[in-house]
């Protein structure tokens, strides 16, 4: 099947151009269900992979015998290396065209993970989720623009909803698979299955997307900001490693030194992208998308909700398999209440927007704080001999709450960048949130993990409850400023 690249351009859309020097495009090619359908899974592969290692880390430390300090690479390696290319990947689907992009992501997404799940050593293992991580980066970007390019009006819409619901599904999905995976054992594989399983979905996800993914690419695509990538690099970096390091290292000087780096670096990127974008250049990450209000105030809330989110996903998996002795399907299974929860209130939502507007993430707030209250009063009470039928109230009704809001900030985020900038526009999104998971198993990870060993792993719980729930609110309470109505 031959591919069709798309550069046709027409009127400015409603939202002015970001820039003179590049022209708003219109994207002609349409793209099928099965086609969304092929995207979205490659938007499900990253995002699973972050968090399906979870339930995996202690087979992986009896049979590898890689300790906490490399344990924690394992998790953070994938996420820094994903993070900080993000914004590159979705520069390269620009310039290259973003199905090749996505085509090469895959491929690299299914090679890497082979490697992950053949690793003989914990160091072999760690350079692989790095380099799985970069591979997430190069796909991620175009699942993005490539929605942006090939639907428009109700359709785009609704494929937004359809990709915040995955995101979200994903997120959830991974841990509950990783259990059941690890329990399981095909082959003695053990632990090295969550890997080797993306090894087939990536072989399928390569054949859809040949047949029914479209090309698209941006008209005049910009050159790589090669200053503005290294500073990001370095930004994320310097943030993201020492905080996931530094408990399990011991807190050592280099930890010190790189938290003392990171306001330096990421003061001097935003002032040499602002230079840059001011001169008429398009940088990395310009920041006049920032100047898209939908955008701007999307990005403020999807912050502490992912971190929330990937902390409480974390500690979770801790307490079930470490405090409360349950095996790794158990530890998986007691999150399916908030993944059932979360699909349905996915498929609620568009229906609930149409009558309620963005008050209905709102409402998802406040019915978040209700569960992630009733589970900490669960813990509380209830912490000699709980189970995962005792959890699951709590857990579903947390779990409805966020299925309430991540597809709508996601919708919102996205409905107003210009398609000509739809690769960065998706990178910025993406890196914020994979940025803010990160930053959530670093912070109230290390937190949980810190209080532990002294206060026990129930206090310590409670009191990473009671920080998400504060982070719950602040997200609830800036949803109060988001437009009533959306498009």
């Known amino acids: ?42 938007a499900a592969l990253p995002l699973i992979d972050f968090f399906i290692v979870n339930v995996a880390l202690p087979s992986m430390d009896s049979d590898l015998a890689a300790g906490p300090a490399l344990l924690e690479l394992v998790v953070a390696g994938y996420g820094v290396a994903y993070a900080v290319l993000l914004v590159l990947g979705g520069r390269l689907g620009d310039m290259a065209g973003r199905r090749r992009l996505f085509l090469t992501g895959m491929a690299a997404f299914g090679l890497t993970s082979l490697v992950c799940g053949l690793a003989p050593t914990a160091w072999t293992l760690v350079g692989a989720r790095v380099a799985q991580g970069a591979a997430a980066a190069l796909m991620m970007p175009q699942v993005l623009a490539t929605i942006q390019a090939t639907t428009q009006g109700p359709r785009r819409a609704k ?47 390569l054949l859809l997307a040949v047949r029914t993914v479209p090309e698209t690419r941006s008209d005049r695509p910009a050159g790589i900001d090669v200053a503005g990538t290294l500073l990001l690099a370095l930004s994320l970096v310097s943030l993201l490693l020492p905080l996931t390091e530094g408990r399990a290292a011991g807190w050592p000087l280099w930890t010190w030194l790189s ?38 105030r999307g990005l403020v809330m999807v912050v502490p909700f992912s971190i929330g989110f990937s902390g409480f996903m974390f500690v979770v998996a801790v307490v079930l398999q470490q405090g409360l002795r349950m095996g ?20 609620a939502g568009p229906r609930l927007i149409g009558r309620f507007g963005t008050r209905v993430v709102t409402a998802g707030g406040v019915i978040q704080a209700v569960g992630i209250t009733l589970l900490t009063l669960t813990v509380w009470h209830g912490w000699s001999g709980l189970t995962v039928a005792e959890l699951a109230p709590g857990v579903a009704v947390a779990g409805l709450g966020q299925g309430l809001q991540l597809p709508v900030l996601m919708r919102l985020m996205l409905s107003d960048i210009p398609g000509d900038r739809a690769g960065v526009g998706g990178g910025v999104v993406v890196t914020t949130q994979q940025s803010a998971l990160a930053l959530g198993v670093a912070t109230l990870g290390t937190l949980f993990l810190a209080l532990a060993p002294s206060a026990g792993m129930r206090d310590a719980l409670v009191v990473t409850l009671l920080v998400q729930l504060g982070l719950v609110v602040v997200t609830a309470l800036l949803s109060l400023r988001l437009p009533r109505v959306m498009r």
């Open 159 to 205: 494929a937004m909803s359809l990709y915040g619901a995955t995101a979200g599904l994903s997120m959830v999905a991974g841990q509950i698979l990783g259990g059941v995976l690890v329990a399981a054992d095909v082959a003695g594989s053990g632990w090295r299955s969550v890997f080797l399983v993306n090894v087939p979905v990536a072989v399928a996800g």
């Open 328 to 347: 790794p399907v158990a530890a998986g299974l007691a999150l399916v209440p908030m993944a059932l929860a979360f699909f349905a209130a996915s498929l």
């Open 1 to 42: 099947m031959s591919e069709t690249t798309v550069r046709t351009t027409s009127t400015p859309s409603p939202t002015p151009p970001l820039s003179p020097t590049v022209p708003v495009t219109h994207h002609g090619a349409v793209i099928g269900p099965l086609g969304l359908f092929t995207v979205l899974l490659g």
């Open 259 to 296: 938290l003392g780096v990171f306001p330096f670096a990421a003061v001097a990127f935003f002032l040499m992208e602002r230079r840059a974008d001011r001169q008429g250049r398009t940088p990395l990450v310009p920041p006049s998308l920032l100047d898209i209000h939908s955008l701007r």
